[in-house]
């Protein structure tokens, strides 16, 4: 995930400090992917420094505003004119660590897949409970946490998925001895 270009995309909305930029982020994604405000300074920091951002200086409450420059707006209008590259994929902790059960003696592989499966389709479930219940009072600014949710859903229902296939291969591997 985009930090950088989160915070710039805000940026052109209105000018901010980092406080309201993580507020602002968490509100629109449904806190999905909480920013720790560390993270959100550390990152102003840096777009200071690479010419994308300004600071405006303070806004009477002790806060430092900061504003996007020319440079930050065309990059963030390059972020959302390209595609999110999918070449290197984030690691995936589920997916290595059932690698490593499988080529390790003395794990309970179908132990650790149920383990996961009561997880994933509790998140499924929740997700779902969620999305039904922002239907149900939808306003326009729902929308962004539509999207985010949908996503988490199929993201969801997908793992649960590829956790039933491990299962099946799990027995396919136990049906083939000597292996």
């Known amino acids: 995930m985009s930090i950088r270009h989160s915070l ?3 940026l052109q909305d209105q000018p901010r400090y980092g406080y309201e930029l993580r507020v602002e982020f968490e509100d629109r ?21 690479d010419g994308l951002v300004s600071k405006d200086g303070d ?12 440079a930050g707006a065309e990059e963030v209008e390059a972020w959302f004119a390209g595609a999110v590259d ?13 690698a490593l059960a499988v080529s390790l ?4 592989t179908s132990a650790v897949i149920q383990s996961q499966r009561e997880v994933s389709v509790k998140a499924l479930q929740e997700h779902t409970q969620a999305r039904k219940a922002v239907s149900a009072n939808q ?21 649960v998925r590829w956790l039933d296939l491990c299962e099946a291969r799990m027995v396919q591997v136990q049906r083939r001895p000597g292996e």
């Open 59 to 70: 806004d009477g409450g002790g806060h430092v505003v900061y504003s996007i420059t020319d």
């Open 29 to 49: 994604t449904g806190a999905a992917w909480p920013l720790n405000i560390g993270q959100v300074y550390t990152t102003l920091d840096r777009l200071e420094r």
């Open 86 to 98: 999918r070449g290197n994929p984030p690691r995936n902790e589920i997916a290595i660590k059932l």
């Open 105 to 108: 003696p003395d794990v309970d």
């Open 139 to 159: 306003r326009s600014s729902d929308t962004a946490w539509l999207l985010v949710l949908d996503s988490l859903i199929f993201q969801a229902e997908a793992e």
């Open 8 to 10: 710039l995309a805000l």
